[in-house]
């Protein structure tokens, strides 16, 4: 059985080598390679000839071979979190749209928000010998940066900004962009704000960080007004959450989601519970995606150009590798973030300050 398996070439495969595509075509494995590198200097008649043996052998060139002779690759290094979070979709397309008209293909690895997970998809993309590496985030491990770091390509740390970039960096203020949505809020006349996070990563971290600043500087104490799970942010989670905050806090009259996922989820649970949105309660998500427009009612956030943050680290780094090399005279770039307001918010009346919290009414009735 193995024998016949083997005749028919089901057994142990070997990969097409140059040699074989050479005897294909009837030409030295020099020629075949010129052909590949330089095809517009040899006869159409003979380019035809190892294209056609390329194309019936399935031949695939080592590329990494040629890097190793030319230093081009024509690949860029991306790390990103997550490959299922709609936050990173903006982002890669803007990737995509710049990179690959510009014969360049993008080597992406998912870090799934672990520092060591990403240390390593680092430093296996740089065993590839990008051109360059875009990554998602500030918070490199140690050793991930020191590889970063001695690359010897560009590197773009993304998403977020910091005063000591590894190279370049593109992104906006998460702290500043949670004590923005805060103060909307305070802005509107609330004091009881609550706040549900999850992941918990860093990004989510200095948004909290963000809404604690805004609540302290209004003298507000935010001891019972935080729920928060290390659990992946999904819509039901969203909902949960709120019922834990509303189970410490059920006189709150306002809710600041750390992503839109919970702000969704935590308006489904308003709906259940009877809780109007926003007469009751006003709700603020975070990054704008696209259902917030479509909700009902619509959700209030805030929303950060990531598909900017793409477009413009592609645009730096094809302008380093096809130019002299040199990095932009401003390393540290921000993007900034604005507040999308939507039907989810609504200014609280001055008179509701003083009067029982009918949230608060509506929970006691339904024990």
């Known amino acids: 059985m193995d024998t016949e ?3 028919r070439g089901i057994g142990k495969r070997r990969r097409t080598t140059l040699s074989d595509v050479a005897a294909r075509a009837g ?42 002779a030319s230093s081009r690759t024509n690949t860029i290094g991306v790390v990103i979190p997550s490959l299922t979070n709609g936050v990173f979709a903006d982002y890669l397309k803007a990737l995509h749209d710049a990179f690959l008209p510009a014969g360049f293909q993008l080597l992406v690895l998912n870090s799934r928000y672990g520092p060591d997970v990403e240390e390593r998809a680092i430093a296996t993309l740089l065993g590839q010998h990008p051109e360059a590496m875009i990554v998602a985030g500030i918070d490199q491990t140690r050793r991930a940066r020191l590889l970063l770091e001695q690359s010897g390509v560009p590197v773009v740390q993304t998403m977020e900004i ?17 004590y923005a949505a805060t103060r909307y809020l305070l802005d509107l006349g609330h004091r009881r704000i609550g706040q549900i996070s999850a992941r918990l990563d860093a ?3 200095r948004r909290i960080d963000g809404y604690r600043e805004a609540m ?16 992946p942010s999904t819509v039901a989670l969203g909902a949960d959450l709120l019922c834990d905050l509303l189970a410490q806090a059920p006189d709150i009259d306002a809710v600041f989601c750390c992503n839109d996922d919970l702000a969704l989820g935590a ?22 995606l696209e259902f917030c427009a479509s909700a009902f009612p619509a959700i209030t956030t805030v929303a950060t ?10 645009e730096i780094v094809l ?44 929970l006691k009735t339904v024990t």
Request: hydrophobic share 35%.
């Open 5 to 7: 398996a083997n005749s």
């Open 27 to 68: 030409v030295s494995a020099v020629t075949v390679s010129r052909v590949l590198r330089k095809p517009e200097i040899v006869s159409e008649v003979l380019r035809e000839r190892v294209e056609n043996a390329v194309r019936d052998l399935g031949y695939i060139p080592n590329h990494l071979a040629s890097a190793l």
């Open 162 to 178: 910091t005063d000591d970039p590894v190279d370049i960096n593109i992104g906006v203020s998460h702290r500043g962009a949670g």
């Open 203 to 205: 990004r989510s971290q």
């Open 216 to 231: 302290e500087e209004a003298a507000i104490d935010t001891s019972r007004l935080v729920a928060s799970t290390p659990s």
């Open 267 to 288: 308006l489904f649970e308003c709906q259940r519970r009877g809780i109007a949105v926003p007469d009751d309660l006003s709700i603020v998500g975070f990054n704008d």
């Open 305 to 314: 150009p990531r598909y900017e943050m793409g477009r413009r680290a592609a």
């Open 319 to 362: 302008e380093i590798i096809r130019g002299s090399g040199d990095r932009p005279r401003d390393r540290r770039i921000d993007l900034g973030f604005s507040i999308v307001e939507r039907a989810s918010t609504r200014r609280r009346p001055a008179a509701a300050a003083s009067s029982p919290s009918k949230i608060a009414r509506l």
